[in-house]
């Protein structure tokens, strides 16, 4: 195996042909499993922004869209990998932790706000629409399309294609002794 002994899996996903994809923050790049041997694939550095950029060239493998192509998404921004070579996405202030395809085959991106990638171009959305705590941990799609939205601070939102309604909105507890 090729990972180092610090290396932390952290997200794991199995494409259409078996391969197994795993990323962590701890090692640079990508490794696929193809039943027999690991391969490590390197990332171009994505660069986090803030008042101290940092460099990031690890992923996170999040998903395997209808056009078979794989996602990975890191503090950065997002990579896709087409089985030959990897194009970066990158956004201001935009790192991702999340990736779906909903049922139209639009990719929802969440990070710092949610972007919606149609195949051309690339839509955001943040408090500006209506989400309020924009830093998007987990998003689903549920059997009539909705979006629903889980932010780092609890937050959940619905997405109903139109606006986004608030269901529970994160306030801090004051501090007792």
Known sequence: MLFRS?????????????????????????????????????????????????????????????????????????????GKSFTSFKFPNNGFTRIIEDKKGN??????????YDGKTFTHFSSKNGLINPWVWSILEDKTGNLWIGTRETSLFLYDGKTFITYSEYKPEPVTD
Do not use: C
């Not at 990719?107 to 919606?116: A, E, K, N, T």
């Open 107 to 116: 990719l929802w991106f969440g990070g710092d706000g949610i972007h919606r």
């Open 6 to 82: 610090n290396h932390n899996v952290e997200r794991i996903l199995e494409d259409k042909a078996g391969n197994i994809w795993f990323g962590a923050r701890t090692d640079k790049g990508v490794y696929r499993y193809d039943g027999k041997s690991v391969t490590k694939l390197e990332l171009m550095e994505l660069f986090q922004d803030g008042p101290k950029p940092k460099p990031h060239s690890w992923g996170w493998p999040q998903l395997q869209d209808k056009n078979g192509n794989i996602w990975f998404t890191n503090w950065g921004g997002a990579y896709r990998y087409d």
